[in-house]
């Protein structure tokens, strides 16, 4: 299993970026996916996920109503479309994978498979 993320950039606060990840080497409808956030200083935390049909979702309470994540099985991709963007969100972003689903979703520690991290600046 591969995931590649990307999207990630400098944006001032209040602007949005979406991020994306690819995967390879697995079937993809079969993995429940996730986001975390790293920030600079700090342990990876739980951001939002979804199941694999992209029925249901899941987000921190901090990221809800501003952050939206979705899936397309068809293209192996998961986005994270991150709106009113704070410079609290500054940080890496990591996709993770997990076969089937994950019950503890927001535990990072439960997901086998992660990308590289795309990097998110956001200036006050």
């Known amino acids: 299993v591969q995931l590649q993320a990307s999207g990630g950039g400098l944006v001032q606060a209040g602007g949005s970026l979406r991020l994306s990840c690819a995967s390879s080497?697995?079937?993809?409808?079969?993995?429940?996916m996730a986001w975390f956030h790293q920030a600079p200083g700090k342990g990876r935390e739980f951001v939002a996920a979804?199941?694999?049909?992209?029925?249901?979702?899941h987000y921190a309470d901090s990221k809800e109503g501003r952050f939206t994540i979705s899936r397309n099985n068809a293209e192996n991709r998961v986005f994270l479309q991150m709106n009113s963007l704070k410079p609290e969100d500054t940080g890496v972003y990591y996709c993770?994978?997990?076969?089937?689903?994950?019950?503890?979703?927001?535990?990072?520690?439960?997901?086998?498979?992660w990308g590289q991290g795309t990097q998110v600046t956001v200036s006050s």
């Open positions: 979804i199941s694999r049909r992209g029925d249901r979702t």
């Open positions: 993770a994978a997990e076969h089937i689903v994950v019950r503890d979703y927001s535990n990072y520690a439960k997901y086998s498979y």
């Open positions: 080497g697995h079937t993809f409808s079969s993995y429940f």
